[in-house]
C-alpha cells in the first residue's frame, strides 16, 4: 500500500527555472492538497484540489502552477523559482469531504540557489 | 488574531510525567479538529481527532471545548518517543483544514 509519495525528495534549482514536483497517491482520495512549511510559519496552503480538473487557491498560491488530470496525481509547478520559495513541501490527500483529516506524503526539500 | 494558534514551547518534560497542550481557534463555525504529530524532518501524521464529547488513544485524550473555542491534547505517562511536534489542525464546513504552527514537545530522561 504505497499511500501518497512525493518525488523528487530533494531538490536544488537556480533562480528563475522551473521546477515541477510530483504527488501520487493510490487511496481513490478527491481531495490533494499542497503545502509549503518553513520555520516561523507553520504548513500553509498553495493550492489543493477537489477532484479532476477541479483546483482551487489556497493562502500563498503566488508563483505557482497546479494541475489535475488524473484523480491520482497533483503536480505543483514553481513556473521561474526564487530564493523565497526554498521550502519543504508537503502534498496531502482526504477523503471526500473538505475539512476531513488529511494524510501528508513525505515531502520534497527543495532549495533554489 | 490567527485563526489557530498554539503554544510554540518547548514543553520539556521528565519521563512519565503528564503534559497538555492546547490549541485555540478563532471561529466558531469550527466543525473538525485534529491533532497531529510531526518528527523531525518528516510529514505531519495524524495522531487523533477530536469529538465533542473528548476521547481518549491510550496515553492520549484530546479534548473540545467549544465554549472557549479551544482543543487540548493530553499525553500521560511520558515517552522518550513522543519528543515531537504537535499540530493541531481545525476546519469549519467546506473548507480545508488550517494547521497550528505546533508544540514542540521534548520528553527527557
Known amino acids: 500500500d504505497a499511500g501518497i509519495t512525493q518525488s523528487p525528495r530533494y531538490k536544488i534549482t537556480e533562480t528563475g527555472r522551473q521546477v515541477t514536483l510530483m504527488c501520487h497517491q493510490t487511496w481513490s482520495h478527491s481531495y490533494m492538497f499542497w503545502y509549503r512549511q518553513d520555520l516561523g510559519h507553520g504548513l500553509r496552503l498553495i493550492y489543493y484540489s477537489a477532484a479532476a480538473d477541479i483546483t482551487d487557491k489556497g493562502e500563498v498560491p503566488d508563483g505557482y502552477v497546479v494541475s489535475r488530470s488524473k484523480t491520482e496525481n497533483f503536480p505543483l509547478t514553481l513556473e521561474s523559482a526564487t530564493r523565497s520559495q526554498t521550502s519543504v513541501y508537503f502534498c496531502?490527500?482526504?477523503?471526500?469531504?473538505?475539512?476531513?483529516?488529511?494524510?501528508f506524503g513525505p515531502g520534497t526539500r527543495l532549495t533554489v540557489l | 488574531r490567527k485563526e489557530v494558534e498554539q503554544d510554540p514551547g518547548p514543553f520539556n518534560v521528565p519521563e512519565g510525567a503528564t503534559v497538555a497542550f492546547n490549541c485555540t481557534y478563532s471561529n466558531s463555525a469550527s466543525q473538525s479538529f485534529f491533532w497531529y504529530r510531526q518528527d523531525c524532518r518528516k510529514e505531519p501524521k495524524l495522531l487523533m481527532s477530536?469529538?465533542?464529547s473528548g476521547n481518549e488513544d491510550g496515553r492520549f485524550t484530546a479534548q473540545l471545548n467549544r465554549a472557549s473555542q479551544y482543543i487540548s491534547l493530553l499525553i500521560r505517562d511520558s515517552k522518550l518517543s513522543d519528543s515531537a511536534t504537535y499540530l493541531c489542525a481545525v476546519a469549519r464546513g467546506g473548507t480545508p483544514l488550517v494547521f497550528g504552527k505546533g508544540t514542540r514537545l521534548s520528553v527527557i530522561a
Open positions: 496531502a490527500s482526504s477523503g471526500n469531504v473538505l475539512g476531513n483529516e488529511q494524510f
Open positions: 477530536v469529538y465533542s
